[in-house]
């Protein structure tokens, strides 16, 4: 059962543009999320994470907003480059008993491209 | 900082022979390691969780005695696939995370492909 999920595989966006990447969760409990970036034959790299407590954290280029009404959180990405072509996974923890090992759930990702 | 290296980058052997994957965390150092596994298009498949001096948490279908985990220090955690098939031919990676349960953010080595013949 997908706890975490991204509907869209792919998405294709033009250099300068915004690029907006959408997650959806089903399990309540969970109350910190993360982006990674992923390169093919390479480890996911962290981008960047918010609590449930905050609705939005920005990082430079890449803000990340949460909407715990709706279990929704999204990746915001401006301006777009052609170095942030990659697969982008969103992944979910819950704290609390049982899960103090903080293992994260992930969705399959999307394949992010940029176009000159 | 956070980094987290796995040795070997690719590995090819024959079936029947066991292979061991090393990761290390660099610059910090990890409470918790875990193992992944990787699918072509797929997402990334939790195979365990292991704590520095404690045998390790398998997730439910993975065989424990075929994928051997040791995390033997705080910056060292080992993975071996025993008598390895084709079938066990896949992507792993490692991440590591340091901290106490207010620390959710893990990070992740470069992964392993490996090839079984």
């Known amino acids: 059962d997908q706890q975490v999920k991204q509907n869209s595989p792919s998405l294709s966006v033009q250099e300068g543009r915004i690029s907006i990447l959408n997650c959806d969760y089903t399990n309540s409990m969970f109350d910190y999320f993360l982006w990674y970036k992923k390169y093919p034959a390479e480890g996911p790299t962290f981008l960047i994470s918010i609590s449930s407590i905050k609705d939005k954290n920005e990082d430079g280029r890449f803000t990340v907003f949460l909407n715990k009404s709706a279990k929704h959180l999204s990746l915001h990405i401006v301006p777009s480059q052609p170095g942030d072509s990659a697969v982008y996974f969103c992944?979910?923890?819950?704290?609390?008993?049982?899960?103090?090992?903080?293992?994260?759930?992930f969705g399959r990702g999307t394949q992010l491209t940029v176009w000159p | 900082g956070a980094v987290v290296s796995q040795h070997p980058s690719r590995v090819i052997c024959k079936s029947g022979t066991s292979v061991k994957i090393e990761c290390r965390s660099l610059?910090?150092?990890?409470?918790?390691m875990f193992w992944y596994r990787q699918f072509p298009k797929q997402s990334l498949m939790l195979m365990a969780t292991?704590?520095?001096?404690?045998?390790?948490?398998?997730e439910q279908g993975v065989e424990k005695d075929k994928f051997l985990i040791n995390h033997a220090s705080l910056t060292l955690s080992t993975l071996t696939v025993t008598s390895a098939h084709p079938e066990d031919s896949s992507f792993y990676i490692c991440?590591?995370?340091?901290?106490?349960?207010?620390?959710?953010?893990?990070?992740f080595g470069p992964g392993t492909r490996l090839t079984v013949l």
């Open positions: 292991s704590n520095e001096g404690s045998k390790a948490t398998y």
């Open positions: 610059d910090f150092q990890a409470t918790t």
């Open positions: 992944a979910a923890s819950a704290k609390g008993r049982g899960s103090t090992l903080g293992r994260l759930y």
């Open positions: 991440s590591a995370k340091s901290g106490g349960a207010s620390t959710d953010t893990q990070y």
